[in-house]
């Protein structure tokens, strides 16, 4: 089962986003990455995407303690695609990067994070995919799923 879909950082863009990180918390993200939809239907499943890659934005950075990651600002070719609904306030996250947690926090709750401007935008390369979860495993798939 699709457990999210989004942008995932590998490689060089994956290192630039660790070296950029101000703050490493005990916990590193499974998967560095931007998610544009949770527990996505099949009519969220943006096949014509997968595994393209698209050049990102770092914007901002915010760490308190508990949860570490960045702003980002992605393409104007896939602002439609975007749909990370916070379904506490009923509105759109921001987009966003969680790179590291503390032990006693959440990934999703980066998205509380005050981000601060960086003083100059860093540009990296995501790759759209997806994440499956399975009864016994969890990994990223770049693969068509319907």
Known sequence: MVSYEGLFFEGESKNKILELEERHLPIMNDELHCT????????????????????????????????????????????????????????????????SISKDSEPYLTKNLNFIPLKTPVEIIGKFGYWIKEEEREYLSYERQI
Do not use: W
Request: hydrophobic share 30%; aromatic share 14%.
């Open 36 to 99: 544009f939809v949770y527990h996505p239907t099949s009519k969220d499943f943006y096949e014509e995407l997968i595994g393209k890659e698209y050049k990102v934005k770092l914007v901002g950075y915010a760490c308190n303690n508990k949860n570490s990651g960045f702003l980002i600002e992605i393409p104007e070719e896939l602002i439609k695609y975007y749909k990370n609904i916070d379904r506490d306030q009923n509105k759109m996250k921001k987009p966003h990067i969680t790179v």
